[in-house]
């Protein structure tokens, strides 16, 4: 009883020192830092929402809740996963809890969902995860900035790995039909069709199918690999389905086909996928070890995607927050440090933002291998500061319609 | 309800942007709208007794046609207003005509696969729904050369639109017609052998829910700046007609109280409860056990047995 | 469209045959639950959701595979009961009140299910026994999708036996047929609710482990499912397992089949031909009672 006190009276006692105290910076700086975060944590996209969850948790925990000398409150809003909710939480966090940047959301549709009442409002975001690739292309956003990737960002050069390294000509593609699995097949099929091989088949299963029995037997057996570009469960249960049907054909996939997120989920049938992605908790740099150690020992798991994603986001806030001395209750030059925080680094290396507010970064192209008893992302090349158009020349690359279904057009298509 | 009640609610929803934040008005636009929705939807579920699982189709696509009149041809929404509520309204007919070949199961069954198929449409035809990145960049109108995109200018805008269909929804609800709607509800053989077409009123019924849902849909468009096929999804007319439900169907103040529930729960006790689902699950279980009718008739019998006047008032009563 | 190599018909087939046997276990129980009862059970698709994920858990508890479906049956089948006792028979003459409790009650099984077992998507282990394939010429089986079509059969088959040939069968035949006349004939009505409703969320538990090592379990396995449940009930024809039994293999070839030939209506697909069918027989295939 006594310490109890004794302690709640220090506590008030240094809470009134800490007013009291003359500070270099100005009042409104004793105020915390306030972050919004979206995220999921209903319905289907709640482990990615979780998965995000546990990466912004690490990143404060580490710096204690302080970033550039000064408290972070952080304000965490359950979009559920649709575009909606995700306006009206986000206009919670503007409106209700006056945050000075909003970290999230998870889906490109709530990104574009709120990208015009971000321009509106002037509300620094920064998305650790929604790839779309036009947010950061054809119809930039001054207020956005991303620091994951863009869809397609890590399957151009796997198309090149593919050609180059891997020697293969023909490739039977499936994906997610809608258009994040659009973007990231299209960036695999662009480069790769351009170092020389053929796209010979492209399924597009729905993205509530039931079965995916019904896809494998439909994939072309005389085909070198199949590029397999899916995202949540749906990764998981069609490479489950494939190798059930005894399809022993070499698999590419984009990042979140075998995200760490969802490989700790997998079994054998996920050995010796190639992907590509900015990311795996297996890249051998004390920095990567000391997250993934970190990680595990939070949460139990190897971090991926959406746990770095987030992560980066805390890291480049307080880059940005930095530079600007913590007063990031000016907007403008909040939000240009977050466009131009020079070399930010973090577990994946040191990366860049572009002039679109994109990273440019490392890409990893990962092989599937069991170590120690689990799955994991074994890197067998590293392409360097890898940009969101590849090599291509970005006003050209602007010019063209964004990826998707039909573009860029299938000319090698076998019946 | 009588006057005076009406006349505080009416004087409260003028006065709330005067001392509510701007978080709170933008809270009250989504309910009026959502409120209008589910009102539209009461028309067949509470007076026809047509339960349909498939209505967020028509809010979704008078959101859509609006929307793409203007992106793909420039219209205003001077035009492009009367032409999202023509589509849908006709698409109400004709998916009218289909839908109307079953009652009870078979219609819920129906106008859920109409919508499904809508649905599967605006995820599909990408040229034209720009598929799952949904359509961007809209705008909201500026009647008489006013800014609707403010907080109060639009609360006021949509309380102006809440409150004229709400009056054109009581006048359908209390006109002969609407006697004749609610006895092909509870009694359509003797309706028929009164020499009623009971086919005809509910059609009728059909599409004047199809162009309420569509002036929702506009609202909803206007209010979101932006459309996804997750609007003509399944999940969303479930929830409207919960709403509904939840309310007390047949009810005219139910799909309101309905509305401000489901969405007070989705989008601000989320704020504090994490699993808001669950507790969204379990108030419905409440209501139902409870106050089976609905939120409404089960307070309005509360209130009835409390103050020991009058009798309980009976379904399908405003 | 059609010059498909052989091969191709036959796993398809298969493939419509596996997608169908789940789909009767998903949709037996809904419609004698419906056909007896006249309750839409709105919550079917999180009992299998449910099944499903109680079945995960006896797996990696080291239960073998029948003795998981059979505890994860179980397991359903007494929370269906309670449910049936305690929130659906208070509602018997209240068709919206119940479709507000199931739909609240499938809320309150999906996000407990996503507490309990996180949203992570996870899979079903194929038993030990049933995995790899059987090679007919070019075409290839997996050994577990055909024990799937012969498990679905089996329950068909007992199913079958159970409303044909056995007391309580013939006691929910009557009331299926006519409920007044069951009552005044002396059939205890109550404990028949009770009995048929544990018996739908049985089949509906069983069917979600069938399934899991197909469709695996994660949240929105429940949405995805319901549709096609009242779809195949629908299509036969509500109360009739007959119809049930013959309108999953129905749906499952043209969900199948429609989704391989004709891609761009891989969304709709499933429900096109369901409008036809009730807009033109709107009491189903094989349907006694008017839908």
Known sequence: MLIKSLRAALCAAGAVAATLLPLQSSHAQTEPIRIGFLTVRTGALAAGGKQMEEGIQLFLKERNNMIAGRKVELIIADTGGNPAGAKTKTQELVERNKVHVIIGPLAAFEALAIDDYIRQTKTPIVAPSAAAEDLTQRKPNPWFVRTSTSSAQPNQPLGEYAAKTLGYKRVAIIADDFAYGHETASGFQRVFEDNGGKVVQKLWPPLNVADYGSYVGQLKGNVDAIYAGFAGANGLRFLKQLRE????????GSATTTDEGILKQMGDEALGVISGSWYSAAIDTPESKRFVAAANKEFGADPGYYTLGAYSSGVLVEQAAKAVNGKVEDKEAFMKALRNPGTVKDARGEWKVDEYGNPVQNIYIRKVERKGGKLVNTVVKTYPNVSQFWTYEPKAFLAAPVYSRDVPPSKNIEP | MNRRALAVCAGLLVAMPFVAGEYYINLASQILIAALFALSLNLLVGYGGLTSLGHAAYMGVAAYVSGWLFLKFGFGHLASAPLALLVTTLMAAVFGLIALRASGIGFLMITLALGQVLWGLAFRWVTVTNGDNGLSGLTRPMPFGIDLNGANAFYFFTLIIFAASMVCIVAFAN?????????????????????HNVWLV??????????????????FVYYH???HPQALGLTNSAETLLMVIAGGSGTLIGPIVGAAIVVLLKNYVSAFVERWTMLLGFVFLFIVLFMPDGVVP?????????TGKGRAPQRGQP | MFDKPLAFWLIQSLNSFSLGGL???????FSLIFGLMRIANLSHGAYFMLGAYIGLSALRAGFGFVMAMLLAGLAVAILGGLIERFVIRRLSSNPLG?????????????????????GDPQQLATPELLRGVFRVGEA????????VIGIACLFAIGLWLLLEKTRIGAMIRAGVDDMEMARGVGIPVSMLFTAVFCLGSFLAGVGGVLGGPILSVYPGLDTDMLPLALVVVILGGVGSLVGAFVGSFIIGFVYTFGQTLIPDLAYMILFLPMILVLALRPRGLFGRISA
């Open chain 1, 245 to 252: 049907y005894g399809n022993k054909l070499p698999v590419l």
């Open chain 2, 175 to 195: 006109s002969a017609f609407g006697s004749v709607l609610r006895g092909t509800r509870d009694q359509p053989r003797r309706m028929l052998a009164l020499g």
């Open chain 2, 202 to 219: 509910r059609y009728l019924t059909f599409i004047s829910a199809g162009f309420w849902a569509a002036v929702s849909g506009l609202l």
């Open chain 2, 225 to 227: 700046k932006f459309i």
């Open chain 2, 298 to 306: 089960g307070v309005q019998r509360l209130w009835a047995r409390l």
């Open chain 3, 23 to 29: 789909l009767f276990l998903l949709s037996a129980g």
């Open chain 3, 98 to 118: 119940q479709v507000l409790a199931t739909l609240g009650i499938s809320f309150i099984i999906a996000d407990g299910c996503l507490l309990y077992w996180t």
């Open chain 3, 140 to 147: 290839v089986f997996p050994k577990y999708r055909v024990a």
